[in-house]
């Protein structure tokens, strides 16, 4: 299938400059096609997922993409659209993140020869402009320049050769579920950096978004799943995913035994944490020292009735000792309370 039509089936294409042209082009020859990000932040979110997954797209189907950081208009920066000017980063926090995100894209795209990646400091650098579009380009007022006959021009006739081809084509834009789209600093951020959002959160993430669908389209269960098994398989690795889904299954099991202290920080790392000792504590002591049972008697009867498991095993004794080194290398306690309220209890020395 050729690829714009594939793209087209997908509803992946938003808007295109010449869709009837690009059609024939890509059956003609392999074509290059570049999209870029700038370094903003030292990792992407999957706001900025989506072009990249398309050009992986054109990347199977023989085309080659052009990966682009912006390491040179990144130090420049761009207007934020909020009411407060956006900060300037340091030269030194624009290479880092520079780095960062080059080590994200080769980790989606591999090494694969049919790609390129290139930063556009390698040559915005060299140009004396440079120091003079970071400190004064930002005052220039776009009016002003489109009234230039000069830029004008270009704009009526392009900066390339008659014989040139270009085209330019668009994807929707994702959004979160208030409609709003997807940031860096507004909030909601799922990142492509393990170190922020662990696998199984982003894994998570898109089988918690389908979730809702699920209830109107159930026939469609098994395609979304696999929809969050691809996505965390591209973004991640193959052995990230199955670490994913072994959290989701023990979480949903309730055998949390299964798990390592690794998984368990996965798992269990954004619901309510608490902070114990290594010593033995009786269970009553331990629920109502950490808060999560507001007195001993609610405590003796929840354990009685058997609403309290710990580290996956229910517990109806009122005598029971929770010994914080007998699970997960001694680092953390798994408090259930009822069917749904999990409790970390991180241990602290």
């Known amino acids: 299938m050729n690829i714009i039509d594939e793209l087209t089936w997908r509803d992946a294409i938003n808007q295109q400059t010449n869709e009837e042209r690009l059609r024939e082009l890509v059956e003609e020859k392999s074509i290059s096609l570049y ?5 903003t932040g030292d990792s992407m979110h999957i706001g900025h997922l989506i072009p990249f997954m398309m050009m992986k797209r054109f990347q199977l189907a023989g085309h080659h993409p052009y990966i682009l950081i912006g390491g040179g208009t990144g130090t420049i920066g761009d207007p934020s659209g909020r009411k407060t000017e956006r900060v300037l980063q340091t030269m030194e926090q624009v290479q880092h993140n520079v780095d960062a995100l ?15 990646f290139v930063n556009n400091y390698d040559w915005l650098s060299k140009i004396s402009l440079l120091e003079f579009l970071r400190d004064y380009g930002k005052n220039f007022n776009i009016n002003t320049m489109l009234a230039k006959d000069i830029v004008a021009s270009r704009l009526e006739v392009g900066l390339e050769g008659p014989e040139a081809e270009a085209f330019g084509l668009t994807i929707p834009l994702m959004l979160k579920a208030d409609g709003t789209k997807f940031g860096k600093t507004a909030g909601g951020a799922v990142w492509l950096d393990p170190k922020k959002t662990s696998p199984f959160e982003f894994y998570q993430f898109w089988l918690n978004q389908l979730a809702k669908k699920v209830e109107t389209e159930p026939e469609k269960r098994e395609a979304q799943r696999r929809l969050a098994e691809e996505v965390t398989r ?6 990230d995913l199955k670490e994913a889904q072994k959290i989701t299954q023990a979480l949903f099991s309730g055998n949390i035994k299964e798990l390592n202290a690794e998984e368990i920080a996965q798992g269990f790392g954004k619901m309510p944490n608490v902070e114990i000792s290594s010593t ?8 109502v020292s ?4 507001p007195s001993k008697r609610q405590a003796r009867e929840d ?4 609403a309290i498991s710990i580290n996956g095993d229910r517990v109806t004794d009122l005598n029971f000792v929770i010994n914080p080194s007998d699970e997960f290398d001694g680092k953390f306690v798994v408090i259930r309370k009822g069917k749904k309220n999990y409790f970390l209890a991180k241990v602290i020395d």
């Open 280 to 287: 033995p504590e009786n269970i009553v002591e331990l629920l």
């Open 303 to 306: 354990v009685s009735n058997g």
């Open 234 to 239: 591209f973004v991640h690795s193959e052995e």
């Open 35 to 39: 999209c870029g990000v700038d370094p």
């Open 102 to 116: 080059s080590n994200q894209m080769r980790k989606l795209f591999g090494k694969d020869a049919n790609i390129t």
């Open 290 to 293: 950490t808060k999560i049972e």
